[in-house]
């Protein structure tokens, strides 16, 4: 038997034994709460920083669309006070908009067009009298859009201006004020709109623009609240080839199925629409 000495060392090993896992344990769990707070600590202060820094740019972006700079005029002068956009000469509403969208746009329209009429000849069997053309083709193309009015004052966007107007717009309320229009391009333009042309292979409007028109994700803008002279111009670049920037050819593919008729009724139903965005 052991002896009570030696039986009160043995409960006092057992004892500083628990002891010691206790202590491992309080400290695990003390080390990974303080883990866990360094660690959420740094996040909760990025998302302070991006706040701060979405406000910046929302601030910056609405000077420069109220007041432009140097040579880049206000973008109100077109777009309207509050980016609603000018019916009578089809100019877009911004407000509201995806700021990526936007961001692409601009980028897209501030692109240099590709050089027309160039010919590619055939590979010829003495490859030293070969015409070696060294220049950035791709398979997906970042996409070309193309305006008269609009194409040279992207270019004088700086990246930081076109991510501010972007953030600026992005961040702006709207409420559509539908426009009145006969009833039967009414019909035919919802028709088109919800329906589309199966027989012809033709999808609906609503299948990327969402069911009542107001857009969805960054690649499909919303049609509800635009001029229906605006929705007419850009179906027509589409199919003119001034504007190819958007995703797949989706957008070129259907363009090129529409008549003029389709247009006219497709975007007065779009122009006649309700649509309400709080903005961010």
């Not at 000495?5 to 080390?31: D, E, G, V």
């Not at 707070?37 to 420069?64: E, M, N, Y």
């Not at 589309?196 to 509800?224: M, Q, R, V, W």
Request: proline share 6%; aromatic share 8%; with cysteine.
């Amino acid at each position: 038997m052991e002896d009570k000495s030696m039986l009160i060392s043995r409960h006092a090993w057992l004892f500083m034994k628990y002891q010691n896992r206790n202590f491992a344990k309080q400290f695990t769990y003390i080390f990974v709460l303080l883990g866990l707070s360094v660690g959420i600590l740094p996040i909760s202060g990025c998302g302070k920083h991006a706040d701060s820094d979405t406000r910046a740019a929302v601030a910056a972006g609405k000077l420069l669309a109220e007041k432009g700079h140097g040579t880049i005029p206000a973008c109100i002068a077109c777009h309207g006070n509050n980016g609603e956009g000018l019916d009578a000469a089809g100019y877009p509403r911004l407000a509201g908009l995806n700021a990526t969208y936007i961001e692409k746009q601009l980028n897209d329209l501030a692109r240099e067009l590709p050089p027309a009429g160039v010919v590619i000849e055939s590979v010829a069997k003495d490859y030293s009298k070969t015409p070696r053309i060294y220049s950035d083709l791709t398979v997906f193309s970042p996409g070309l859009r193309h305006d008269d009015v609009m194409s040279p004052i992207a270019k004088q966007l700086s990246k930081t201006d076109i991510h501010n107007i972007a953030a600026y717009y992005s961040s702006l309320p709207f409420q559509a004020k539908p426009v009145a229009a006969d009833y039967e391009v009414l019909e035919r333009g919802q028709d088109l709109a919800l329906r589309g042309k199966p027989e012809y292979g033709l999808p609906a409007c609503i299948s990327c623009h969402a069911p009542n028109g107001e857009g969805f994700g960054t690649d499909f803008p919303p049609l509800a609240g635009q001029p229906a002279a605006y929705i007419v111009n850009q179906i027509n670049k589409w199919q003119r080839g001034d504007r190819d920037n958007d995703n797949l050819g989706l957008m070129h593919a259907v363009a090129d199925q529409l008549t003029d008729a389709d247009k006219l009724n497709v975007a007065a139903y779009y122009a006649n629409r309700s649509l309400i965005v709080n903005g961010k």
